[in-house]
């Protein structure tokens, strides 16, 4: 997953979600490693979500390590975004009957 917009000055953050774990900041960067990113996200289908203030934050999280549990919320709905979008559904869901 990753959370990306023009309006960030060229920074992107990438986050990889294995629906058990915390997030992880797998890929961060401003200008042409931004570029980068936000393409091999489009080339293999990732969905990308702007908001600069959420990017700015996570761009101060290391390499490597899971977000804090501060952002739980904020990633969460930038993950159900991603489902929404890519018109999959988590692991485990089950649709509400209707």
Same mark, same amino acid.
């Given at each position: 997953?990753?959370?990306?917009?023009?309006?960030?000055?060229?920074?992107?953050?990438? *986050?990889?979600? +294995?629906? =058990?774990? $915390?997030?992880?900041?797998?890929?961060?960067?401003? %200008?042409?490693?931004?570029?980068?990113? !936000?393409?091999?996200?489009?080339?293999?289908?990732?969905? *990308?979500?702007? +908001?600069? =203030?959420? $990017?700015?934050?996570?761009?101060?999280?290391?390499? %490597?390590?899971?977000?804090?549990?501060? !952002?739980?919320?904020?990633?969460?709905?930038?993950?159900?975004?991603?489902?929404?979008?890519?018109?999959?559904?988590?692991?485990?869901?089950?649709?509400?009957?209707?």
């Amino acid at each position: 997953m990753s959370d990306k917009s023009p309006q960030t000055d060229g920074l992107a953050v990438a *986050l990889l979600y +294995d629906g =058990e774990n $915390a997030p992880v900041v797998t890929a961060k960067g401003r %200008g042409e490693v931004a570029q980068r990113i !936000l393409q091999l996200a489009e080339e293999h289908g990732i969905p *990308l979500q702007g +908001d600069p =203030e959420l $990017a700015a934050i996570l761009a101060q999280i290391p390499l %490597g390590n899971e977000i804090p549990e501060a !952002l739980y919320r904020a990633i969460a709905e930038v993950i159900a975004f991603a489902y929404l979008v890519s018109g999959k559904r988590p692991p485990g869901f089950e649709a509400s009957p209707r």
